[in-house]
């Protein structure tokens, strides 16, 4: 029996009737290199049983405390049924990338069954290229981006024959616990909360702008006051900068409970050509491009703010120690993301510059900051305060904490497979929020950037032009790079 953390009880406390909290990704495979020749359900349910030791995380149910007096646990389900969560479908003729995007999208709008472990699998026939899709979908309370890839590398090998798997932990071996007990734990638990607030003020408190609390009313000023004493005292740690404001936008409002998912690839190689032309990251160089796809789409819009958009950059703050532990261990920076310059290398210099000053503030923020910002508030009213938080984002007349999500996720540049089928691309599928309509995921594989696209229904009807403005933003800064 293991306890959530209250970062991973966030990502549970976010859900609603519009908002799910379960990422994912579509796997495009090749089954002609499997030893039958075909990627079926089947081929995956025998991958599956063969790794699941490896896999805890496939097995954990969630164990609710009664009345929510502490954070939820996960238990290993005795009732455990591989055939409910690998499942199989078909496209319709052609099979197009618009249909698959629209079934994939239709799939992760339906929430995950909390009386089972939160995940499933869905193998999907009928591509129009002859390729097989794979969806995971798998909640976040459960991981985060580096402990999702480490899960989806006990699932590849760099050989279709497959490979010899490593030694498997001890099998918890604990009985499933009654509501009674965990009522028990609780109310001996209860003493410590205080201690943890206590424990969590001073590190926490002057970086509260920088977690999603800042959205309430005062935080600001706490946060202001708290660096400010924290500088007299000679900390040379507390924060000492103008916050960025969001502009508000058609995608920083209310979520529906619908949404949109569009995909494509951009060459790696040809992203390094201007990496190196102009002595920035690869990283740089994404953001970048997202930064002229979006403005774009707010040109297109009529809504083109004159002062930047923040982005939310999740930063993996997990240690080598913490490596398979799975869970949440992250950091939501913010970012610039310069849809207000017109000039496509200028806007390059000035990401890279906003960048390293994002890297600086990563280095000089607690690892454990949004774990200790969650303590401030006590487990039996943690859900309620979440859901405040981002219905405060949308509700108000000021701005949104940030604009959208962009995430960067360094991938292998070798050939993986999968039940013997080479991995061909693998398009993240990730989570939007109120205040939050857009998220852009990008995972580099094989010599190509993958970009997960996914939106609110209503507020981006058209986001398949965003995926082509990509192309057209990597366009404009390789034709500066010939100039």
Not at 48 to 59: A, C, K, Q, Y
Not at 266 to 291: H, P, Q, R, W
Not at 406 to 424: D, K
Request: charged letters at 25%; glycine letters at 8%.
């Amino acid at each position: 029996m293991r306890q959530l953390t209250s970062l991973d009880a966030q990502f549970l406390a976010l859900e609603s009737e519009r908002q799910t909290g379960h990422v994912g990704g579509l796997a495009i495979l090749d089954p002609s290199t499997a030893p039958s020749g075909k990627l079926d359900a089947d081929a995956l349910r025998t991958l599956l049983e063969e790794r699941l030791p490896l896999l805890p995380p496939f097995r954990w149910r969630l164990a609710e405390v009664p009345f929510g007096l502490d954070y939820p646990y996960w238990v290993d389900d005795s009732d455990f049924d591989l055939q409910f969560h690998v499942r199989e479908l078909a496209l319709p003729n052609p099979g197009s990338d618009a249909q698959l995007a629209q079934q994939v999208a239709r799939i992760m709008e339906r929430p995950l069954d909390r009386k089972r472990p939160l995940w499933e699998l869905y193998v999907i026939h009928g591509l129009k290229s002859g390729l097989t899709g794979m969806l995971t979908k798998i909640h976040h309370a459960v991981v985060d981006g580096m402990s999702g890839a480490e899960i989806m590398g006990l699932l590849l090998d760099m050989q279709p024959e497959g490979r010899e798997l490593p030694q498997a932990p001890e099998a918890d071996t604990d009985g499933e616990p009654d509501s009674g007990e965990l009522l028990a734990r609780a109310l001996l638990g209860l003493p410590r909360y205080p201690l943890r607030l206590l424990r969590a003020l001073p590190s926490a408190m002057p970086h509260i702008e920088d977690t999603p609390f800042s959205t309430l009313p005062g935080a600001g000023i706490v946060g202001d006051v708290a660096g400010l004493v924290q500088r007299v005292v000679g900390d040379d740690t507390a924060p000492a900068r103008g916050k960025l404001k969001a502009p508000r936008t058609s995608f920083n409002g209310r979520v529906s409970a619908h949404r949109r998912f569009a995909f494509g690839q951009l060459s790696l190689e040809e992203v390094k050509v201007v990496k190196n032309a102009y002595g920035c990251t690869v990283n740089d160089v994404v953001v970048t491009i997202c930064a002229g796809a979006v403005r774009r789409w707010l040109i297109a819009h009529d809504e083109l703010p004159d002062e930047p958009l923040v982005a939310q950059i999740p930063v993996s703050v997990r240690t080598d120690e913490q490596m398979g532990t799975f869970g949440n261990r992250i950091l939501l920076m913010s970012a610039p993301l310069l849809t207000n310059e017109e000039d496509p290398v200028e806007r390059l210099r000035q990401t890279h510059d906003a960048m390293a000053d994002v890297k600086q503030r990563h280095r000089a923020l607690p690892a454990e900051l949004l774990q200790d910002a969650n303590h401030f508030i006590p487990p039996a009213v943690f859900a309620r305060a979440a859901q405040l938080t981002f219905r405060l984002s949308t509700s108000r007349p000021g701005r949104p904490t940030w604009n959208l999500v962009i995430s960067n996720v360094p991938g292998p540049q070798f050939p993986l497979y999968c039940a013997g089928a080479r991995l061909e691309a693998n398009y993240p599928v990730s989570v939007v929020t109120d205040g939050m309509g857009l998220n852009i995921t990008v995972m580099s594989y094989r010599g190509h950037l993958d970009f997960g696209l996914i939106a609110d229904r209503d507020q981006m009807p058209d986001l398949w032009k965003l995926m082509g403005w990509f192309e057209d933003a990597l366009e404009e800064l390789k034709a500066g790079v010939s100039a």
